[in-house]
């Protein structure tokens, strides 16, 4: 019940597409939804998070869309560039210390 | 600007060795945390500290043991390092109440 299932775990996208992430989660009571963008040879950084209070955030190329019937979040970056190339990885965390549950992650690759 | 900074990106060591991996955080942030990662399998929780001298076991301490004497260091301590604990070490701290992480950019630790 404490697992954050990711897919896919790789992903090719043409310069200029959108780029899905999706990940999918059973605890009910999880209450903050981070995504973390991470370069080689760096580590992880927040990108983007959201609340079940809301359906939709969105921050510039990101969105994040959240279906909390479904227990369901996912990333949409829109007009993907070829420096989104990155490994992504969503998590769900519970208030109030936030230790975060992490997705596998998705390779993203951007094709110019 | 947080900053986390690991004493070594690249460590080589062999089967037996004890190992230390140092974090130290410039931001006064109470909590730390230390895990690894490993494809397919995504940021896997090793330990974590909400203070000085205090530790918490996360998913998988086997093997491992921590130590925080003062608040900005954090150290991770491979007792007899085994070649199944080849990964990268990613350290990372939050505020008290802070939900973002913040990391470091990695020891990838490689035992022979």
């Known amino acids: 019940q404490q697992q954050v299932k990711q897919s896919p775990q790789s992903l090719i996208v043409q310069k200029g597409g959108i780029s899905i992430i999706n990940c999918a989660y059973e605890n009910t009571a999880f209450d903050y939804f981070p995504w973390y963008q991470q370069f080689p040879g760096k580590g992880p950084a927040l990108l983007i998070a959201i609340r079940p209070d809301v359906s939709e955030k969105k921050e510039g190329r990101f969105t994040i869309s959240f279906n909390k019937s479904a227990k369901q979040f996912s990333l949409h970056i829109m007009d993907s560039q070829p420096g989104d190339s990155a490994t992504y990885f969503c998590?769900?965390?519970?208030?109030?210390?936030?230790?975060?549950?992490w997705g596998a992650g998705t390779k993203l690759i951007i094709k110019p | 600007d947080v900053k986390v900074t690991q004493s070594s990106r690249y460590l080589v060591k062999r089967t037996g060795e004890k190992v230390f991996l140092e974090c130290v955080q410039d931001m006064d942030h109470e909590n730390m945390f230390w895990y690894r990662q490993d494809p397919g399998l995504g940021l896997r929780l090793i330990y974590f500290?909400?203070?000085?001298?205090?530790?918490e076991k996360g998913d998988i301490p086997e093997g491992y043991s921590v130590s925080r004497e003062k608040k900005e260091r954090f150290s991770l301590i491979l007792e007899s390092a085994s070649t199944n604990q080849t990964s990268m070490y990613l350290c990372?701290?939050?505020?008290?109440?802070?939900?973002?992480?913040?990391f470091g950019p990695g020891t990838r630790l490689t035992v022979t």
């Open positions: 998590a769900a965390s519970i208030a109030p210390n936030y230790q975060l549950i």
């Open positions: 990372a701290s939050t505020q008290g109440t802070g939900a973002e992480q913040y």
């Open positions: 500290s909400y203070d000085v001298k205090m530790k």
